[in-house]
């Protein structure tokens, strides 16, 4: 059984910058054919998906963040990091990881998800 567990501070000022850590048990995220998504869910929106890694390293990112996204990983801790810059209190929301066979963006396993508000 897959787990992910997301970690990262649940308050962040505008202007900075938003680093949420996955930490993946269960599996390993160089496993092939994974990729491994961060996905959100502002206060009464839906789910946006926002990028994920590829079990080689590769990286992929939704058009409309792309410019301040940034998608990381440390093997040897089976862990997987984002980073969004520039944040605004737009970017509240709740923060999810997951894990995406194939990159279709249908994904199997699901982190708790973390609360992070933008504000001063």
């Known amino acids: 059984q897959v787990q992910l567990q997301e970690l990262g501070p649940g308050l962040v000022k505008p202007s900075q910058t938003l680093s949420l850590t996955c930490t993946v048990s269960g599996g390993s995220i160089t496993t092939n054919r994974y990729y491994w998504s961060w996905i959100r869910q502002p206060p009464g929106k839906g789910l946006e998906w926002i990028g994920y890694i590829g079990w080689a390293g590769s990286t992929y990112y939704s058009p409309s963040l792309k410019s301040r996204t940034s998608i990381s990983r440390d093997t040897s801790k089976n862990q997987f990091t984002l980073q969004l810059s520039s944040v605004t209190p737009e970017d509240t929301a709740v923060y999810y990881c997951?894990?995406?066979?194939?990159?279709?963006?249908?994904?199997?396993?699901w982190g708790q998800g973390t609360q992070v508000t933008v504000s001063i």
């Open positions: 997951a894990r995406t066979p194939g990159g279709d963006l249908h994904h199997d396993f």
